[in-house]
């Protein structure tokens, strides 16, 4: 069993920066894609960025640029940098993994307020 916790969300201005954590439990494995989505209200959730065990990196067209993905395996903890934060960042941010299907492990969601 495999759990994810986010932390790090908040309330920041306008091109203010904050970064996410998720930290993997029970039998989180360093080979796991990770992946941090998010969704505003009214609006489908939508993959933000992702990171594959051998480091690889994918964004999303309107975060490129501004957003880091990395991951830290000894810590089982996986970042998400960002910066240069709009209001239309606001939105409740998830980190998912996939271990016996694609993205069938959630975290709980931190919620990233820019105003």
């Known amino acids: 069993h495999v759990q994810l916790v986010e932390s790090g969300g908040g309330s920041v201005q306008a091109g203010g920066s904050l970064r996410l954590s998720c930290t993997g439990f029970g039998s989180w494995r360093s080979t796991y894609c990770m992946a941090w989505f998010r969704q505003a209200p009214g609006e489908e959730r939508e993959r933000v960025a992702r990171i594959d065990s051998d480091g690889s990196t994918k964004y999303t067209d309107s975060v490129k640029g501004r957003f880091t993905i990395s991951r830290d395996n000894a810590k089982n903890t996986v970042y998400l940098q960002m910066n240069s934060l709009e209001s239309e960042d606001t939105a409740l941010y998830y980190c998912?993994?996939?271990?016996?299907?694609?993205?069938?492990?959630w975290g709980q969601g931190t919620q990233v307020t820019v105003s």
């Open positions: 998912a993994t996939s271990v016996r299907a694609i993205y069938d492990t």
